[in-house]
């Protein structure tokens, strides 16, 4: 089993070009009109108050090209499994959907305003997606990006790893880890919550692999 895993890591870095071409997600499916209250549906970026260029205001990014694309995008960085769209120009991420209940279909009737083809939910309605990821990741070796993840809450841990393929290893084997930052000097893998760096460790010393 850890050979073939090793194997499959492996090969898969042979086909890098392929994973930088296409991004991670494999596929965006329309769920329906669900109901959002104050204490939001989708709510994986609690905490968060910026990731990459984009800032986060209560667990939503705020943007007026919003659109289907943009908002898979965003959330795929945090290897989401659902997206929801508000008020033509919000993007909310999540790991479930549906606490509050479906809502009629009619109900999402909020043109996104970066593409007036799409709807971006209503009031108090999210129009919401799944994002499907390929079984099996490959990982990026790059620069760390200079771009980075401000929160209130921890985005990273951390583990005891000896190579930087263990590394890979442990975050190919958490669906929250979207990056890693390995420090050969202190054997020590940081998992990454999102594939940006928290600002905390953007000036740590090792290699930076982003899963693809
Ligand atoms: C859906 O529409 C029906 C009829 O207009 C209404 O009674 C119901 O409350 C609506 N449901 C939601 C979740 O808004
Ligand atoms: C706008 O959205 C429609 C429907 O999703 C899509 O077919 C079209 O390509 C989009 N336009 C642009 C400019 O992206
Ligand atoms: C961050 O990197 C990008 C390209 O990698 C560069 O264009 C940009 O100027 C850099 N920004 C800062 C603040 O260093």
Redesign the pocket.
Known sequence: MLHSRLFLLIACSAVLLTCAVWGRVLRVSYIGCFVDKSDRDLNGLAGITAIGAESVHKEKTTNSDMTIEFCSDFCSVGGFNYFGLQGQKQCFCGWSYGRHGKSNETDCNRPCLGNSSQMCGGNWRNSVFSLTYPKMSCFKQS?M???TVSSTLPTYWSLAAQTALDCLILCEASAYCQAVIFSGQQRLCHLLRFAYPPASLSSTDGDYFVRG
């Open positions: 620069k990006p200079n771009l």
